[in-house]
C-alpha cells in the first residue's frame, strides 16, 4: 500500500499512475485542527453522501470516481478497514482554487460583509441580515494553503492564477452544481447555505469534479422548519462542534478528549443529514 496523502479528514493510496483510493477516516477538525476523539461512522457517512452527489450530478459534470465497490478495489484494500468509507477515483491534476459558493449570507462571508459591504470583492445589498438569502448566489473563492489558513480571493485574482477560460468554467460548473443540489436539498426541508468544491483536470484535459462533494464538513446545511432570519441557525453539519469549542472556550490544541455526550449529538448529526438527503437510514 502506497500511502502518498494523510490529511485532517482523508487518507489518499496511490494504486497505479492513473488512479487513487481515497478513504474517509472518522476524523473530525474543526478551526483547522485534527480533535483527539473519533466520530463514529463519520467517514462511512461522508463517503457515502459524496457518492450520491456525484452520482446525482454527473449530467452536469463528470465526477473522479471509479467504483465505490470493495470488490472493485485491489486485492490489499478489500478489507472492512476500506469498506463503506472508500472511493476508486482518477488521479486528476487539481486546480488550486477552493471553488466556494454562498446562497446564505454566513460565516466568514458576514463578517466581511459587516465590516465593508462585500464578501470576497463582491459588493453586496446594504441592510443584509444574517443568514439571508442572496438574491443569487455568488462564488468567492479561495487558495487552497499547503500549511496555514486558505485565503479568500476575488474572481479577477482566480483569473490570474488559472487563466479566464478555467476560471469561467470553475465559476459557472459550481453556480449551476449548487443551484441543482440546493433546490433538491429544499425539497427535503435542508437549506444549503454553501459550500465549496474541488476540481480537476483528467487525462483529456477536461474539467471534472472530485474530492468529496456536499458534504456535512465542506457545506453548512441548516434546517429549513427552524431557519429564522437575522441569527446563527441550526445545522445538520459540522458547525454544532464548532459553537460547542467557542461557547466552552475548549482548545482545539490542547489534545483534551471532548465529552462523549458531544461526539455523539455531532454523530447523530451526521446520520440525519445522510437520511435526509439519501431517504435512507444510515446503516
Known amino acids: 500500500m502506497n500511502k502518498i496523502s494523510s490529511g485532517k479528514v482523508r487518507e489518499i493510496y496511490q494504486v497505479d499512475n492513473d488512479k487513487l483510493l481515497l478513504v474517509v477516516s472518522d476524523r473530525i477538525s474543526a478551526f483547522d485542527y485534527i480533535l483527539p476523539n473519533m466520530v463514529p461512522d463519520k467517514g ?15 449530467n452536469i459534470i463528470p465526477n473522479h470516481v471509479i467504483s465505490t465497490d470493495i470488490k472493485d478495489f485491489p486485492k490489499e484494500f478489500q478489507t472492512d478497514e476500506f469498506k463503506g468509507r472508500s472511493m476508486l477515483v482518477k488521479k486528476l491534476k487539481m486546480v488550486p482554487i477552493e471553488c466556494i459558493v454562498r446562497g446564505y449570507i454566513t ?12 464578501v ?21 473563492p479561495s487558495t487552497k494553503a499547503e500549511e496555514g489558513h486558505d485565503e479568500n480571493i476575488s474572481f479577477e485574482k482566480t483569473c490570474e492564477l488559472v487563466g479566464t477560460d478555467l476560471a469561467e468554467k470553475l465559476r459557472d460548473k459550481t453556480i449551476e452544481v449548487y443551484k441543482k443540489c440546493a433546490d433538491y436539498a429544499a425539497s427535503k426541508g435542508v437549506i444549503i447555505a454553501d459550500t465549496k468544491f474541488e476540481f480537476g483536470i483528467d487525462e483529456n484535459g477536461e474539467l471534472v469534479i472530485g474530492d468529496e462533494i456536499l458534504t456535512p464538513d465542506s457545506s453548512r446545511f441548516w434546517s429549513a422548519k427552524d431557519y429564522i432570519v437575522g441569527q446563527g441557525q441550526k445545522s445538520f453539519d459540522k458547525q454544532y462542534i464548532r459553537d460547542w469549542i467557542k461557547t466552552t472556550g475548549y482548545d482545539p490544541e490542547s489534545g483534551k478528549n471532548i465529552p462523549d455526550n458531544v461526539i455523539n449529538t455531532t ?3 451526521y446520520k440525519e443529514a445522510y437520511k435526509i438527503i439519501t431517504d435512507k437510514d444510515f446503516k
Open 44 to 58: 462511512k457517512i461522508l463517503n457515502q453522501i459524496s457518492e450520491f452527489w456525484f452520482n446525482f450530478t454527473k
Open 107 to 118: 460565516g466568514s462571508g458576514w463578517a466581511s460583509y459587516k465590516r465593508d459591504g462585500t
Open 120 to 140: 470576497c470583492g463582491i459588493k453586496l445589498p446594504e441592510g443584509l441580515q444574517e443568514s439571508q438569502k442572496l438574491s443569487h448566489p455568488i462564488f468567492t
Open 267 to 269: 454523530a447523530n448529526k
